[in-house]
T-cell receptor, first 113, second 112 residues
Framework: KAGVTQTPRYLIKTRGQQVTLSCSPI?????VSWYQQTPGQGLQFLFE???????NKGNFPGRFSGRQFSNSRSEMNVSTLELGDSALYLC????????????FGSGTRLTVV | GESVGLHLPTLSVQEGDNSIINCAYS??????FIWYKQESGKGPQFIID?????DKRQGQRVTVLLNKTVKHLSLQIAATQPGDSAVYFC???????????FGKGTTLSVSS
């Protein structure tokens, strides 16, 4: 079966702009979690969506937001981009969410200049 | 606070050697630990997990050991191959059980 698909793979944005990243989970998976990966901080949890509802949220500013659609596809948005937002953004889907049974996508590499 | 750390950022081995990657965790209440492998340009891939009621679990060429007394995890890879070259992360659930906390990662380099 198809894995977790993230688009786009690479993105370059300017400070102050906003960006939207997309994640299509494995068919049948209702939970989508987002993580930010940077060399300095490693992998950090952003938020989780389950059945179109944000169920859990990490310690990130309000500029980071997301949503989930009825087909379980999820988008995350970052507004007013800062240089420090440059990172690999990873999406993981699972059947029941929380922290079990994650399958990760290959990520979107965001560079803010 | 919650944290999962690794002892060494890099590990270099020869093909055919056995590799041991270590991880220390801080939350003694954690009941579940996972090892992930991340290859260049890809997301983390599940390798093996272990529950806190176990000391050892074996997979295909991999073994995870859990020492709850000293809060230490290790991943052993037998007969390491060039395809094992990647960054390895240990992870545990956060206290609320809502997300995973990842260690900083160990980069394994296998030379042939």
């Amino acid at each position: 079966k198809a894995g977790v698909t993230q688009t786009p793979r690479y993105l370059i944005k300017t400070r102050g702009q906003q960006v939207t990243l997309s994640c299509s989970p494995i068919s049948g998976h209702r939970s989508v979690s987002w993580y930010q990966q940077t060399p300095g901080q490693g992998l950090q949890f952003l938020f989780e969506y389950f059945s179109e509802t944000q169920r859990n949220k990490g310690n990130f500013p309000g500029r980071f937001s997301g949503r989930q659609f009825s087909n379980s596809r999820s988008e995350m948005n970052v507004s007013t981009l800062e240089l420090g937002d440059s990172a690999l953004y990873l999406c993981a889907s699972s059947t029941r969410g929380g922290n079990y049974g994650y399958t990760f996508g290959s990520g979107t590499r965001l560079t803010v200049v | 606070g919650e944290s999962v750390g690794l002892h060494l950022p890099t590990l270099s081995v020869q093909e055919g050697d056995n590799s041991i990657i270590n991880c220390a965790y801080s939350n003694s209440a954690s009941d579940y630990f996972i090892w992930y492998k991340q290859e260049s340009g890809k997301g983390p891939q599940f390798i093996i997990d272990i529950r806190s009621n176990m000391d050892k679990r074996q997979g295909q060429r991999v073994t995870v050991l859990l020492n709850k007394t000293v809060k230490h995890l290790s991943l052993q890879i037998a007969a390491t191959q060039p395809g094992d070259s990647a960054v390895y992360f240990c992870a545990e659930p956060n206290q609320a059980g809502t997300a995973l906390i990842f260690g900083k990662g160990t980069t394994l380099s296998v030379s042939s």
